[in-house]
């Protein structure tokens, strides 16, 4: 899209944030409430070149995305938690390969199917955890139509900086949710590093992140999602290769923390109740802490746009200068036992799993009631 | 592995993973003699493969670029890297278990689009990588790990599933039929579509001991005795062709 203002909705933006961050190849299966999404990629993508695929369901889906980057491309789908759920054990291969892609998760009210239209939150730890097996990802959790846009710009080029998945956490109010957008003139974009005749699956340092040839490019490549060698070679039951490999790909993204981790702090400094949200949630906490402020109550807000790696030094500052911690949560306490982990003071939970936004009248009766 | 293929083998390789009287190494060597024949470039072709021992045929002996992928997924991972570089040459290569069974959704997809890839179903009628257990493909009656008192179920016609799903070609042909194999793979290789042929493999090691064919020999003898070709077949009677594999390429009548 040129520069200029837009008015969009948050699923609009992402598939204009994908595009503008250089994504070409997208393959779905339509899922409320993320289908919006695939509908404007498989328009826009007629414009840019783009390969659109509408897939068989959302395990080709993911499948079929790290076919084509392996073949070149920036690629990305969306979906949805049952989507997600089917999705989980080509992500554990995406992550064992070292396969940079960006998948968008719209989150609905579940388990199960659940209420396929309502909000929630409650696929964080999922995007921790989901596949099986010890990796790493990044999610990403936007606030705004805005940063719909902007961060899946971020996570197609963290996803390219680290070779590794990585997720956009939307909700179901973000997604559709229309409000302006302001697209800049410059945007940074950042693609994968290749170098020819190089180890495409190690480094030497334990950290590292090899640089990622594609197919056709008579490198020869090996790739599988058994444990393998620098150059892609099985290695089964060979203890050191799987430990050396396991290793780098949780160490390329947690020694990487500090400069992945983003965050924002309102009326922090001095607050004795720091609410610490995410997401959709955090436009409530934010405005609750407006109006506790305005009433001389020392309230203040953590607002993680990353979710994972976890901001754990971050909350532990943040901690040692507040006297409690608020996580509201459209879910039962998923994050609020992470920051439980690392703060240093006493961390109350807000659940709410109606498949409702929380309201800032809630937030501020709760942390109100703290100070 | 005959001599005169080896320039298209990654240097290295030594053996093949294979058990003894395993199918699948005439069918590598069939494989590469099709893409030998036709002087195909290989810094040009893909070679996709899933989990099971059929995964291992392309990766990582072939000396290209191979995608050995999840559990019945292969057709899947294709499918993205040969619509996102259309000039590469793609071709599938997995086991019965993970294309028809775990993968048959992406299977019989991939002929309805008609996707420009060749997928090759090495058929050894079992699990075999697993430990023997009954598959998507065992005949009735079939002593598997998991059916001893034998196999209650049908198998698929590969061949008749994927025509119906819409490929243009589709073959069936064993191990113990080099020439038409060849020249089969060779058909599928310079048409455009999705072609398929269903290549069985004996498996001594888990389907021949449970089945009375107690040495590599009898498999591949039980393989000559009850392929037929299908201009044969039709000079049979239902009894007649009831332990009969018909054998041949099929064709759409709607392509």
Redesign the interface.
Known sequence: MDPGTYYLSGNEAVAEGAIAAGC??Y?GYPITPSSDIMERISVRFNEVHG?F?Q???E???I???????????K?MTATSGPGFSLMQ??IG?AALTETPLVIVDIQRAGPGTGQATRVASGDIMQAKWGSHGDYQVIALSPWSVQEMYELTIDAFNLAEQYRVPVFLMGEEALGHLRERLEVKPRIRVFDREKKKGAPPFGTEKDDGIPPMP???E?????????THNER???KTDDPEAQARLVARINNKILKNRDKIIQTESYFADDAEVVIVSYGFTARSALFAAEELRKEGKKVGLLRLKTLWPFADTIVRDVSSTAKKLLVPEMNRGQLMGEVMKYAACEVIPYYQTDGEIIHPYRIIKEAGSLV | MARDLEAYLRPGIASTPFCPGCGHGILMNLILRAIDELKLDMDEMLFVSGIGCAGWIPSPHFNADTLHTLHGRAIAFATGAKMFNPKLKVMVISGDGDLTSIGGNHLIHAARRNTDMTVVCANNMIYGMTGGQAASTSPVGAVTSTTAEGNLYRPFDLCKLVIGAGAPYAARFAVTQPVSLVNSIKHCLTTPGLTFIEVLSPCPTQFGRRNRYDSPADMIAMLRERCVSKEEATHLSAEERKDMIVTGEFTSERS
């Open positions: 070409r190849y393959g390969v695929m897939m068989e369901d395990i080709a889906s499948c079929s995305v790290i076919g084509a980057v392996w073949a070149g491309a690629a054990e080509g291969y594609a197919f056709g008579g490198e020869k490549l090996l790739v599988t999602g058994s892609g070679i099985r």
